[in-house]
């Protein structure tokens, strides 16, 4: 047998196994509900705006492959792909306003270079403002100026902090082992159910759509709306 065969035989041995304690540790209970939420909206989305249904299929695909990452003991992989979903999710939306900028994105393949941060600081991206123009019948209450959108830019500062390798967000200081670390799988949790709650959020406001009972509870998880 090969060394690289072996390897990749012991690596998969490896991940099994850590596939197995973290699943017998840990309720994935709120991790699956929040993924089928994002994958219903997803459908939904896709079906009435097709032209940009493409977005879709790359989340959900990596809302997918991140919990897989994880559960196997790559939780920082799960955690950078997280910034990726929360980045194009926001594109999702975005482009859903500005066809010109869609058009150009598809024909000439234009850079996509509408950062989180430059989407609520230029475009006013789902601040308080922004989500009056699609819920002037006061269906749902912010619980503060601007409180959505802090948490959006909040959470984007995270994950770039994770993707870009600052020191406090390493996992493998003390050495390269890999195997199941409960802490470290419950940090990815946390964020995988804040970026499902954006989607939820942008979603419900941006269509002011407060018919489905699931989707609202995603919305309003972190109580930063509530829905009357």
């Known amino acids: 047998m090969s060394y690289t065969k072996q390897t990749i035989i012991q690596l998969k041995d490896n991940t099994s196994k850590i596939l197995e304690e973290t699943i017998n ?73 500005h066809k010109i900028e869609l058009k150009l994105l598809i024909n000439i393949d234009k850079k996509s270079d509408k950062y989180v941060s430059s989407l609520i600081r230029d475009d006013l991206f789902f601040t308080s403002n922004y989500i009056k123009l699609f819920n002037n019948d006061n269906k749902v209450i912010e619980a503060g100026n601007n409180k959505v959108s802090d948490f959006i830019h ?36 946390r964020h995988y159910l804040n970026i499902s709650t954006i989607i939820a959020l942008m979603y419900v406001l941006r269509f002011n759509d407060y018919s489905n009972e699931k989707h609202n509870k995603l919305a309003s998880r972190t109580n930063l709306i509530s829905v009357l």
């Open 25 to 97: 540790d840990n309720d994935l209970t709120d991790i699956l509900n929040a993924l089928n939420i994002v994958m219903d909206i997803g459908e939904i989305f896709s079906e009435k705006h097709q032209n940009i249904g493409f977005y879709w299929n790359e989340i959900i695909s990596e809302m997918i492959s991140v919990v897989h990452a994880t559960i196997s003991g790559f939780p920082r992989l799960g955690l950078s792909g997280l910034r990726n979903i929360l980045e194009l999710s926001c594109h999702a939306f975005y482009y859903l306003d």
């Open 154 to 189: 909040r959470e984007y500062r995270e994950l770039c902090d994770i993707v870009h390798g600052r020191n406090r967000t390493l996992f493998k200081k003390n050495g390269l082992k890999v195997e199941y670390n409960k802490s470290q799988f419950k940090y990815f949790e």
